[in-house]
Nanobody, 124 residues
Framework: QVQLVESGGGLVQAGGSLRLSCAASGRTFSNYIMGWFRQAPGKEREFVASISSTGSSTYNAVSVKGRFTISGDNAKNSVYLQMNSLKPEDTAVYYC?????????????????WGQGTQVTVSS
């Protein structure tokens, strides 16, 4: 049974930092792309960042470029999202996702597995 479990969310002031972690289990993810998505209240889920199966390339949404960094550890079946210079508009539930493939993609339907999400709240 595949499981993705996010952690690291919380409440932070604007300008602060958080590091989200996602632990994957239930299969080998060496040939999977990993990604982070978020959903704010009343809004649709949106792409944040993804990392290729080898970890050699990453792709960020324009809204977080220069502030968020995605990284992975295949040996630990884990992916991380370092979030710096947080803004109130970054407030959302953040989801980890995994999908078969090699190259990064912002398309949610390419991801077969999803975590339950972790809340990130940025106060002004």
């Amino acid at each position: 049974q595949v499981q993705l479990v996010e952690s690291g969310g919380g409440l932070v002031q604007a300008g602060g930092s958080l590091r989200l972690s996602c632990a994957a289990s239930g299969r080998t993810f060496s040939n999977y792309i990993m990604g982070w998505f978020r959903q704010a209240p009343g809004k649709e889920r949106e792409f944040v960042a993804s990392i290729s199966s080898t970890g050699s390339s990453t792709y960020n949404a324009v809204s977080v470029k220069g502030r968020f960094t995605i990284s992975g550890d295949n040996a630990k079946n884990s992916v991380y999202l370092q979030m710096n210079s947080l803004k109130p508009e970054d407030t959302a539930v953040y989801y980890c996702a995994a999908g078969p493939g090699i190259f990064t993609t912002p398309m949610a339907d390419r991801y077969a597995y999803w975590g339950q999400g972790t809340q990130v709240t940025v106060s002004s």
